[in-house]
């Protein structure tokens, strides 16, 4: 069975702080999918990246960036300069890719980050 | 593209009542899934389907049912509605095979659901 541990339930920074959202992750599949979705206080959930299996370059996004390390089975997000608008709840996801699996994705329980002015 | 659509936003429920969560989405998605979020717990998978007439159950199907007559409807029934049920309810949409394209699982906008 598929897990998806954010060992991490709150986080607080001050502005402009470099923030690194933990994110691991348990599969027996080899072909798989990370994801990381942003809940921010508004409710919905904004799609922010999704990594595959057997990519495991980093990727960089404006402030966002993310390191995925299959050794270690982490995928974890780091925001640089935080800003009040990053204020949100983090999902970390993961979806196998065998039979009906590409539809289903197994959440962590999420990361609150608070960014103060 | 109006995208995923749900209704109602926000319903309350006495328990024992019954009703449908309504779920649309006008991308020919082949599949769709509904989850429900509750505090501290993430996001569950309720049922998904990989396509029209094809249903399953995920992590916490107990206390809902699902049909899929149409690629665009995917509704949620609740049959005795139970304060467990009070939560958050996501669904989503899916155009495919991951491994093909750069793809994203479409949310709605939830609804939000009080079971007293």
């Known amino acids: 069975a598929q897990k998806v541990t954010q060992a991490q339930t709150e986080i607080s920074v001050v502005e402009k702080e470099d923030v690194t959202l933990d994110c691991v992750y348990e599969t027996r599949d080899t072909t798989y999918y990370l994801f990381w979705y942003k809940q921010p206080p508004s409710g919905e959930l904004v799609f922010l990246i999704r990594r595959n299996s057997f990519d495991e370059q980093n990727e960089i996004s404006g402030r966002y960036s993310w390191n995925f390390q299959k050794s270690t089975s982490s995928f974890n997000f780091t925001i640089t300069a935080s800003q009040v608008v990053d204020s949100a709840v983090y999902f970390c996801?993961?979806?196998?890719?065998?039979?009906?699996?590409?539809?289903?994705?197994?959440f962590g329980k999420g990361i609150t980050l608070s960014v103060r002015p | 593209n109006a995208g995923v659509t749900q209704t109602p936003k926000f319903q309350v429920l006495k328990t024992g009542q019954s009703m449908t969560l309504q779920c649309a989405q006008d991308?020919?998605?082949?599949?769709m899934s509904w989850y429900r979020q509750d505090p501290g717990m993430g996001l569950r998978l309720i049922h998904y389907s990989v396509g029209a007439g094809i249903t399953d159950q995920g992590e916490v199907p107990n206390g809902y049912n699902v049909s899929r007559s149409t690629t665009e409807d995917f509704p949620l029934r609740l049959l005795s509605a139970a304060p467990s049920q009070t939560s958050v309810y996501f669904c989503?949409?899916?155009?495919?095979?991951?491994?093909?394209?750069?793809?994203?699982?479409?949310f709605g906008p939830g609804t939000r659901l009080t079971v007293l």
């Open positions: 991308m020919n998605h082949e599949y």
């Open positions: 989503a949409s899916f155009s495919g095979l991951l491994v093909l394209s750069y793809n994203e699982q479409f």
């Open positions: 996801a993961l979806s196998e890719a065998s039979g009906g699996a590409n539809s289903k994705l197994t």
